[in-house]
């Protein structure tokens, strides 16, 4: 970038200075007013990226090296001596010029809150006369009231009255402890009929327990006397044919030796046979 257009941008030799009212030095920041003022007609200093092509307008001849650590020390020492072209004042810096105008809007701004704010003095004013006589209303007839009381009781209450009222509070008191221990001893009496209860609950289901096996045992002993007498029984019409076989066969035999032998035995050989099926027949 050459010089002359670095020159026409700053439209004036002093615009580059008032960008920062501090100034940087090798031991750190320092304030603008403790730096030494230079001339107005002095032209600012060259920037790195403008200082070769300057160089070599003015003196070509000459070695690049050693121009460049000539510009450089003069830029060190016209900056320890530049300032900025107006004073700052203690406190004021270079933001809060800046928003002046931003300031002005904001003061406008808060004169509005404040109007409004004073607007709304009237209705507050009102409404705390309201709270006031709401208050009064409530609060003084209560304070009477228990002024008046307090006198009642401190002139015309008498001793007896007071010594009824503290035996009727000891009277409360002694019902009280009899409620409260006849409570306890329900309460005692109440586990004592659950645990009761749940020890008749178990005996209960040991003995129905202990029946159905009797029930059980019942029936298995009866089955096992019941089976022999049921066999004999469907075996009797079968050993009763065998009987009468076997009877009619001893009594064809005796009426055959009857008849070959006399009279006399056939009569009591009939009568036995006729005993014998009669026992048959029942």
């Not at 070695?63 to 510009?71: G, K, L, P």
């Not at 809007?105 to 209705?123: A, E, G, M, R």
Request: proline share 4%; glycine share 4%; net charge negative.
């Amino acid at each position: 970038m050459a010089p002359s257009k670095f020159l026409k941008k700053s439209k004036s030799p002093a615009s580059i200075l008032k960008r920062s009212p501090l100034r940087t030095r090798a031991n750190g920041r320092v304030s603008a007013r403790h730096i030494i003022p230079r001339p107005r007609h002095a032209l600012p200093p060259i920037p790195e990226y403008c200082r070769s092509a300057y160089h070599d307008l003015l003196s070509s001849n000459q070695d690049s090296d050693e121009d460049a650590d000539a510009d450089d020390q003069d830029f060190e020492q016209e900056e320890e001596t530049e300032r900025p072209t107006f004073m700052w004042e203690d406190e004021k810096t270079l933001v809060s010029d800046l928003l002046h105008d931003d300031a002005d809007q904001q003061s406008k701004h808060n004169i509005k809150l404040i109007s409004l704010v004073d607007s709304l003095q009237t209705s507050f004013t009102h409404h705390s006369k309201d709270l006031l006589d709401d208050i009064a209303d409530t609060l003084v007839p209560a304070v009477n009231t228990v002024k008046r009381a307090h006198q009642i009781l401190h002139h015309q209450v008498d001793d007896g009255y007071a010594l009824g009222i503290l035996e009727f509070d000891e009277g409360c008191k002694k019902l009280e402890a009899v409620t409260i221990s006849g409570h306890n001893e329900i309460k005692k009496a109440y586990v004592a009929s659950q645990a009761k209860m749940q020890n008749l609950l178990k005996q209960l289901e040991q003995a129905h327990a202990r029946r159905d096996q009797l029930c059980m045992d019942f029936e298995k002993a009866l089955d096992q006397l019941a089976d022999p007498v049921l066999d004999s029984l469907r075996a009797l019409p079968s050993r009763a044919e065998r009987t009468i076989e076997t009877l009619e066969k001893n009594y064809k035999r005796i009426e055959k030796d009857s008849g070959s032998g006399g009279g006399g035995k056939n009569s009591s050989s009939d009568k036995y046979l006729k005993g014998l099926l009669s026992k048959f027949a029942i």
